[in-house]
């Protein structure tokens, strides 16, 4: 006959993770797509926001530039709004307990599902066999991110879809593989509004700190005079801007520009179409410009004003991992349980 089954504490109903790469400069993307939403969602939900530093050496990270670019993250994501008291904020490889998750569900996951990420082909192109096994892995890292603190929503850009849908997999095998109801199914969270921000320079290839051409981007810290340039050289067509959603219908790069817009401004694309409709795209970038400017302005002054005051920086970062700590050592416990590993504290 087998044990009685144990029970366990409920998960959160309300919990938030979600994490960004410090592999470079944070743009505007990242900002529309998911920081600006963690912004907002820090007032209903209890959350935590992560500087992945695992994920980010899955390609290779210059140590300096890593611990810099760490610093700088984080004060982007105070500068935007994040409130360190409220909300935890910390990097990842200061929480040992993300990496030790992570190999347990690389027991979990199955090599076909993980064979099926498209961010992984993108990333390997065309030389797979020279890419590292964490990016291959990458994936299962993410979900252990996410479900060791049993979370319960995750506020992501478009692109994150995939491994979300991965992390619900996984949390869902290990859940009938042990017979157990322990790991939340998390949510995605996607502002529909700003889901997928594209390059300035090309209205189909995503808005990405990997580009290696700095004008498809706009960073955050970026001072006016580069928004304005960066918005002046941004790809058109030769048409005058419509005046409904369905006359952006192919022409991506438009469609951007005033997604971009609308977003700053929190209009729908509707409302934007009907401001603009007929406007030149000379009109209508000055506008856009003024808007950028105004909206991020503030945000890089605090940011850089933070990047200069590492000591304040770090000790947000170290306050808000021993916080994790605390949040996730319960929660491995009992996955240690589960799974079957004896421990010092008994089982
Ligand atoms: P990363 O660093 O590529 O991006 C951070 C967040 O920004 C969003 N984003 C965008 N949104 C709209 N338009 C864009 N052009 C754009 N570019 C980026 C991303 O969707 C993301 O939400 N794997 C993740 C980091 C991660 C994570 C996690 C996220 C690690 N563990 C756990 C959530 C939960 C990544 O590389 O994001």
């Not at 694309?269 to 009109?283: I, N, Y």
């Amino acid at each position: 006959m087998s044990a009685p089954q144990k029970t366990y504490p409920a998960a959160p109903t309300d919990r938030i993770f979600s994490g960004v790469q410090p592999t470079g400069n944070l743009h505007l993307g990242n900002y529309l797509g998911a920081i600006r939403n963690w912004v907002r969602l820090q007032h209903d939900f209890e959350s935590i926001y992560c500087l992945v530093d695992m994920h980010a050496i899955t390609q290779f990270q210059d140590p300096d530039d890593l611990r810099a670019n760490v610093r700088e993250a984080t004060a982007g994501l105070l500068a935007a709004g994040i409130d360190p008291k409220k909300s935890i904020v910390f990097n990842q490889s200061q929480v040992p307990a993300h990496a030790e998750l992570a190999w347990i569900l690389n027991c979990v996951a199955r090599m076909g599902w993980l064979n099926r990420m498209t961010q992984f082909k993108d990333k390997a192109g065309k030389n797979r066999e020279g890419a590292s096994v964490g990016l291959f892995v990458y994936p299962n890292l993410m979900a252990a991110d996410i479900l060791l603190y049993r979370s319960t929503h995750v506020p992501v850009g478009d692109d994150q879809k995939q491994h979300l849908e991965l992390a619900r997999d996984i949390a869902q095998k290990f859940n009938g593989d042990y017979g157990v109801d322990f790991f939340p199914l998390p949510e995605p969270v996607i502002n529909a509004e700003a889901a997928r921000i594209m390059s300035l320079r090309d209205g189909t290839a995503k808005m990405s700190k990997s580009d290696l051409s700095d004008a498809t981007r706009i960073n955050l810290t970026d001072d006016a005079d580069t928004i304005a340039k960066k918005i002046r050289k941004a790809r058109t067509d030769p048409d005058a801007l419509p005046s409904e959603v369905a006359g952006l219908a192919d022409r991506v790069e438009a469609r951007n520009l005033l997604t971009i817009y609308g977003a700053l401004q929190d209009k729908t694309l509707e409302e934007v179409c009907a401001e603009f409709g007929g406007s030149t795209f000379a009109d209508f970038k000055k506008a856009l410009t003024e808007v950028a400017v105004g909206h991020l302005g503030p945000i890089t002054a605090e940011m850089t004003r933070l990047t200069d005051d590492t000591t304040y920086v770090d000790s947000v970062l170290k306050d808000g991992a021993l916080r994790a700590r605390d949040l996730a050592a319960p929660i491995l416990r009992d996955v240690h349980d589960i799974v079957g590993f004896l421990q010092p504290w008994g089982n």
